[in-house]
């Protein structure tokens, strides 16, 4: 079976130009061919600031948008995270969709696009790796910044330069690599959840 990469729009903020950037990565990493893309948008899954009452790793949800979230993220094999930068960090969104689930990331494999000014997103991305390997998530060096994006953009579509594709085409040769060398683990990791579930 293909695996299956879920790229993943990290800012939901009215204006954003996140879906755009994501939709030009989601078609390309399809052309690409090594994974089944699916793209997917924070905001559609509208995560009010965390307000599950028991701790994530109990998967003990209480509420419709946490199950719906923890399916979606459970069924990925990698992620994109398609982010810009706040501050010199992520968006309070993304941090917030992360902290809400805990094994469903476990033993998957993550890149990241990043947008910007000068810096490309990348003190975003610095951030969110360090995050991100206390979920078992393997963070790949290799990515696709995109310093002073609005040069590149057109009623809201990336035109990509060159330097964009070839950097995506070498993360995602890359991820799906890891992807592969994580499968075992992740399928392991998923069948003890389900027996732990049964049992519950």
Same mark, same amino acid.
Not at 45 to 56: A, I, R, S, T
Not at 62 to 82: G, I, N, R
Not at 158 to 167: F, Q, V
């Given at each position: 079976?293909?695996?299956?990469?879920?790229?993943?729009?990290?800012?939901?903020?009215?204006?954003?130009?996140?879906?755009?950037?994501?939709?030009?990565? *989601?078609?390309?990493?399809?052309?690409?061919?090594?994974?089944?893309?699916?793209?997917?948008?924070?905001?559609?899954? *509208?995560?009010? $600031?965390?307000?599950?009452? =028991?701790?994530?790793?109990?998967?003990?949800?209480?509420?419709?948008?946490? %199950?719906?979230?923890? #399916?979606?993220?459970?069924?990925?094999?990698?992620?994109?995270? $398609?982010?810009?930068?706040?501050?010199?960090?992520?968006?309070?969104?993304?941090?917030?969709?992360? *902290?809400?689930?805990?094994?469903?990331?476990?033993?998957?494999?993550?890149?990241?696009?990043?947008?910007?000014?000068?810096?490309?997103?990348? @003190?975003?991305?610095?951030?969110?790796? &360090?995050?991100?390997?206390?979920? %078992?998530?393997?963070?790949?060096? =290799?990515?696709?910044?995109?310093?002073?994006?609005? &040069?590149?953009?057109?009623?809201?579509?990336?035109?990509?330069?060159?330097?964009?594709?070839?950097?995506? /085409?070498?993360?995602?040769?890359?991820?799906?690599?890891? /992807? #592969?060398?994580? %499968?075992?683990? @992740?399928? &392991?990791?998923?069948?003890?959840?389900?027996?732990?579930? &049964? /049992?519950?």
């Amino acid at each position: 079976m293909t695996l299956k990469l879920h790229t993943i729009v990290a800012s939901t903020r009215p204006g954003r130009i996140g879906p755009g950037i994501a939709q030009w990565f *989601n078609d390309f990493a399809a052309e690409h061919g090594k994974f089944d893309p699916v793209l997917v948008d924070l905001a559609e899954f *509208n995560l009010p $600031v965390f307000d599950e009452p =028991e701790h994530p790793r109990l998967r003990h949800y209480h509420h419709a948008h946490t %199950k719906a979230w923890s #399916e979606s993220v459970a069924s990925a094999d990698a992620f994109v995270f $398609v982010t810009p930068e706040y501050n010199f960090g992520p968006p309070p969104s993304l941090l917030n969709a992360l *902290n809400y689930l805990a094994l469903e990331w476990n033993y998957t494999p993550a890149g990241f696009v990043s947008y910007g000014g000068i810096s490309g997103g990348m @003190r975003a991305v610095q951030m969110t790796k &360090q995050i991100l390997s206390t979920f %078992k998530v393997m963070p790949i060096p =290799e990515g696709v910044p995109m310093p002073m994006v609005f &040069q590149n953009l057109e009623n809201g579509k990336l035109k990509p330069a060159d330097i964009y594709n070839t950097s995506a /085409a070498t993360m995602l040769d890359e991820l799906h690599r890891w /992807a #592969e060398g994580l %499968k075992a683990l @992740r399928r &392991q990791h998923k069948a003890s959840l389900e027996t732990k579930a &049964q /049992a519950a």
